[in-house]
């Protein structure tokens, strides 16, 4: 009896597709309403974090960037997401969602600086509504929960949209997270990429549920899984969510398929040490970028030639960004007591003292 | 003028905000309807209506980061944490996030927060609810931390600390709450954060304390003024970062001092306070500084709770002890 309702649920959540390996549509009636320029657009920001990914660990291995967590594999998920917001709405990423912030406005060298540990990386520009990369896990979805109602109560036509892994579907926070938002109908979605691993912990040890996406069916709120390698698919199902959101319909929550090629950060971890070769191969055959390339081509909208001009463009924009990066002023201790409150109380106020005579021998 | 509990006067003080400031939000566990376990809240609900005074799903996390959220979003949160004990569950959203999010935005986004919760021993509590974990919150920097220890003293405080741009911890000793009545003025005031009082003036001996030690703390020293010991006592009022500068003029002025606190030896802010004294002014003692405290034992069960916890004679016999040194 218990068992066959487990059955029912997860029946329901079959993994959304449009375009299959071969780039082809299988899943015409959900094909979004998107421009030429539209598409390639789309393609152009993947190629172009792709180019990204591999700079940024080369800059890593180099000693000029400090944290830094590969997103190769993940471009579709991450992107195709992304494209399906407005302006005016909230990320709240996770560390490994740099690009999605990116893409929203925080310029490159910032992102540069935030791996490097640096305040001026977050200090974002004005009127951009993007909160600073978690890195507790599942914080960043009560936070969600959080800014959504607040959009709601400002009667904002604005979402709040959060990433977390598989891994941080087990938090306790995510639970709570994404129960508060269904409990307030608050304007947000929540997306769960599925990458197979918390750094080395298969999703299989994670939760006995066969889907994450079925975890909302708890929380009374939508719950879609969808091929994370299929950027269509994912922006068809982020803008559907959004639409809901917006209409007073409530929360979603997205599970993407997806992989992350690379190593969990580039801080010392080896893929190779809890994943087999075989497995990188067939989610290689996977690729989001090979897959939507195909599509375009078939439209005559992409070629070699579009696609090296982007690998220039972002090459090119990642040295000026670096350049921009090694110009900010170096972090001070005297920085950091400045920004601890808005009036320093006494011991701040002598500590600040003591190191602004320190730091200006 | 009213004459008031710290229970309504705290209440006064959140509708006076709530009137004030649109944006002034609050939430918790049981604090609409039922206006708080401890009736707080009461008639909150009523008067602003549900979107602004309202309960939240059984969650400390989620309340937290609803309350990160929704400051975000140009909200002044106050949430309440039903009783401190239960602080382990949102430590991250108030020690984690909360504390470092004006530095880690380079002081572009500010944590308005007012996280107010009841705590303190000798109300026969079950457990994990009358801990004094005021030191686990001043050992974050970046948040306040403020027990006031009386009616008057709470409205402004409270009202201060929900006008902050920084996360204060605000924490209401439960015996406190109803134990004695105070004129209370109805019009708006604040006490500025950050500042003692000197409650008793003195010249012997300065006792320091905050929360339901104060009232201790003042008996206390009316049996001392007996013997003819004028003990000074200090309400720091807020804990963290306390009021340096008024503990050491006062120490220069008595030369002696004890510190007084419900929390453990080990918890608590004593030592921080007897760690500044002996910094700041060694050459003005005569005397080693002395602690009043419970023992470092985990917060007992009810039935042995007086035995444990501080009061008025221990402290007296801490301030001999200090005086004959
Ligand atoms: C609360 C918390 N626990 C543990 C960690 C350490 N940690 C960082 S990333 C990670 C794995 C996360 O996996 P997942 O959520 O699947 O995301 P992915 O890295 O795969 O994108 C762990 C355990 C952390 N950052 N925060």
Excluded: C
């Excluded at chain 1, 791996?115 to 599942?138: E, M, T």
């Excluded at chain 2, 909150?44 to 937290?64: M, N, W």
Aim: hydrophobic content about 40%; overall charge negative; aromatic content about 8%.
């Amino acid at each position: 009896m218990s068992t066959k309702t487990i059955d029912q649920v997860e029946e329901q959540f079959e993994t959304f597709q449009i375009l299959n390996e071969e780039g082809e549509v299988v899943n015409e009636s959900e094909m979004p309403d998107l421009s030429d320029e539209q598409l390639q657009e789309i393609m152009r920001r993947m190629v172009y974090t792709r180019i990204w990914d591999q700079r940024a660990i080369s800059l890593n291995r180099q000693g000029r960037l400090g944290f830094y967590a590969p997103t190769a594999g993940q471009e579709a998920s991450q992107l195709g997401s992304h494209f399906a917001l407005e302006q005016e709405d909230w990320i709240l990423p996770g560390y490994r969602d740099i690009p999605q912030i990116v893409f929203h406005g925080l310029p490159l060298h910032q992102a540069f600086l935030w791996s490097r540990g640096h305040f001026g990386g977050s200090q974002f520009p004005d009127g951009l509504n993007i909160v600073v990369p978690q890195i507790i896990i599942g914080a960043q979805i009560i936070q969600t929960a959080g800014v959504a109602l607040g959009l709601k109560r400002k009667k904002k036509e604005n979402i709040a949209i959060t990433y977390t892994g598989d891994g941080g579907a087990s938090q306790g926070d995510f639970y709570e997270g994404i129960n508060f938002a269904g409990a307030y109908n608050a304007p947000a979605v929540f997306i769960v990429q599925n990458n197979r691993f918390a750094i080395s912990v298969p999703v299989e040890k994670q939760s006995a549920a066969k889907t994450i996406a079925q975890k909302a069916v708890a929380a009374g709120i939508e719950g879609i899984q969808v091929d994370g390698m299929d950027v269509l698919a994912v922006y068809k199902a982020t803008l559907d969510a959004r639409k809901r959101a917006l209409a007073g319909e409530g929360p979603t929550l997205i599970e993407t398929l997806t992989y992350r090629y690379g190593a969990h950060t580039m801080a010392g971890d080896d893929p190779t040490r809890y994943r087999t070769s075989e497995e990188d191969d067939e989610w290689a055959k996977k690729d989001p970028l090979i897959r939507f390339r195909k599509f375009l081509e078939g439209k005559k909208l992409w070629s070699e030639e579009k696609e090296n001009e982007v690998v220039e463009q972002a090459k090119e924009d990642i040295k000026q960004a670096i350049k921009d990066a090694d110009k900010t002023p170096k972090q001070n201790v005297t920085d950091l007591l400045g920004f601890m409150f808005e009036n320093p109380p006494v011991n701040i106020r002598e500590q600040l003292e003591e190191y602004t005579a320190k730091e200006s021998k | 003028m009213g004459n008031w509990t710290m229970a309504q006067a705290i209440t006064d003080a959140m509708r006076n905000e709530l009137n004030k400031n649109e944006d002034v939000l609050v939430f918790g566990e049981d604090v609409g309807q039922n206006g708080g376990v401890f009736r707080v809240t009461e008639g909150l609900q009523k008067e602003f209506g549900e979107d602004r005074v309202f309960d939240t799903p059984l969650a400390e996390s989620g309340i937290g980061g609803l309350a990160i959220g929704l400051a975000l979003t140009g909200h002044r949160p106050v949430m309440e944490i039903q009783f401190f004990g239960f602080v382990f569950e949102v430590f991250d959203s108030i020690a984690g996030q909360m504390s470092r999010w004006r530095y880690r935005s380079g002081n572009k986004q500010t944590m308005p927060v007012t996280v107010r919760s009841p705590f303190g021993g000798g109300v026969k509590t079950p457990e994990m609810h009358a801990d004094s974990l005021e030191g686990l919150m001043a050992q974050t920097p970046g948040l306040k931390v403020v027990i006031p220890s009386n009616p008057y003293d709470a409205k402004g405080l409270l009202i201060s600390a929900i006008r902050d741009n920084d996360p204060v911890v605000f924490l209401e000793h439960m015996k406190l709450y109803r134990s004695f009545r105070q004129d209370v003025p109805e019009e708006e005031y604040t006490i500025e954060l950050g500042k003692a009082d000197i409650k008793r003036e003195g010249k012997d001996i300065t006792i320091i304390a905050y929360g339901a030690m104060v009232q201790a703390s003042m008996k206390a020293a009316e049996e001392l003024a007996e013997e003819g010991v004028e003990a000074e006592v200090i309400d720091l009022m807020t804990v963290s970062p306390f009021d340096v500068e008024t503990v050491i003029a006062s120490v220069e002025k008595t030369n002696r001092a004890i510190v007084v606190q419900e929390a453990q030896k080990q918890a608590g802010i004593a030592s921080q306070i007897v760690a500044e004294i002996t910094e700041r002014a060694i050459l003005s003692l005569e005397a080693p500084v002395l602690r009043v405290t419970s023992p470092d034992t985990v917060y007992p069960f009810a039935a042995v709770e007086d035995a444990w916890l501080p009061n008025p004679a221990i402290i007296v016999e801490k301030a001999k002890e200090v005086i004959n040194f």
